[in-house]
């Protein structure tokens, strides 16, 4: 049974709009939240935005509170999958 302090894994699909390619938001929130990230692939484009797929492995809070912190800045958060690690 997981606790609260059982670090998981996710993969997300994140969608930067234009106005947020400049912005170093997967930085603020490894820094703010403790987050460990491993990006799996990438395209943005600073005229049309773009989007990351990454793996991100920490608490369910930190998490969930990453989830929350990159969908206030306008960033599509689509979930991939869990745990398992998987090839992109």
């Known amino acids: 049974m997981a606790t609260e302090d059982t670090q998981q894994s996710i993969r997300l699909n994140l969608t930067f709009p234009v106005e947020r390619v400049d912005n170093p938001l997967i930085a603020q929130a490894i820094k703010q939240f403790g987050i460990i990230v491993d990006i799996r692939r990438a395209q943005v484009e600073p005229e049309t935005g773009g989007y990351i797929m990454l793996e991100v492995t920490g608490t ?29």
């Open 60 to 88: 369910e809070k930190q998490i969930d509170d990453s989830i929350a912190f990159f969908k206030s800045y306008g960033i599509g958060v689509g979930f991939i999958g869990a745990d398992e690690v998987q090839a992109y």
